[in-house]
């Protein structure tokens, strides 16, 4: 029964209890001090009548004013409501805007890549390039690079956001596919002269992921663990099975993060606030979609870590067949 229909039974329960013993009270007192029993039966009467009066405007005074906290409540109700999606309408906006910026970014980017690989490698077709020249080129190769990686994360955070990220799973060989990522980041790794191990037992199972997720994933993770590690530091990548699911460790000897910075850490934008991180170029984006990644998998990701000591990034994701 809505809580309005309650009061009101109540309210009127009370009332016609409380006149009743109000009138019985009444009828005592003024039987006891009328002695002429015409007069007694007119005072009796009156003021019968105008207790009951009284009762029944209060009792409406009393239901009026539960109306109102009724419908005021009911109007908070609607008003949140009204605003809620409003900021909801406001955030898909905002996501579609961010999506159709970082699209429109990248088609010029993508040019200004092709023009310059193109110039870099066929120079027999635009003319020989001096030393110099080619560094430039390659500052503007790498940067080029760097800002695709920016783009395609605020492509990830649109599709996120409205809940369009799709995965198309099939069974990776968990080795080979960690091997490809590493191989890839060869440079930073070599500027910071830092040495990755991989502890991978080789029958494991395979992984049932994304093609092109799945080395996001590690990527985000050993670029972080280079990033934020001192140089000549080493990085171990282990991998096994955990029931169901395959279990990846990704283990630096690096800065490290104290309980405080670890809360928020996979949130969107969040970057712990020190000496190091200030001089390291980072958005606070990869962690976020690291773990979106993860989620969407069906698997976990969390971190141990301790300040001055290191961190131990692990996820999980589901476990495919024995090779
Ligand atoms: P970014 O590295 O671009 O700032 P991330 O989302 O990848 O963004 O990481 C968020 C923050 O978490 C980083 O700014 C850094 O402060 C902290 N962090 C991530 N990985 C590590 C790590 N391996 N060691 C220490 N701090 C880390």
Redesign the pocket.
Known sequence: MPRKWRLTIFFALTAIGATGVAIIAVNQILGNLVEDEPTRAIVLRTTTGAMGGLFIVLFGFIVAADKNIYTSNIRDIAMVEAQLEQREQESRAKTQILSTVSHELKTPLTSILSQVQIMLRQQDRVGALSERQQRCLKGIQEDSYRLRVLIDDLLDISSIESGTLRLTLTELDVQLEIKEVVESLETQINEKEASVILDIPPDLSRVKSDKVRFPQIVR??L???C???PVGATTTITARENGEFIQID?S?K????SET?LSG??DK??????S??RR???????????RHLVDAHGGKIW?K?EEGK??T?SFTLPRGERE
Do not use: P
Request: proline share 0%.
């Open positions: 985000n993770l670029t972080n663990a990033k934020y590690s990704v630096d690096g800065i490290g993060m910075d850490l996979f934008f969040y970057r712990v606030d020190n190091t991180t390291v170029f980072g958005t606070g984006i990869g962690l976020f979609i690291t971190v870590s290191g961190s990034f």
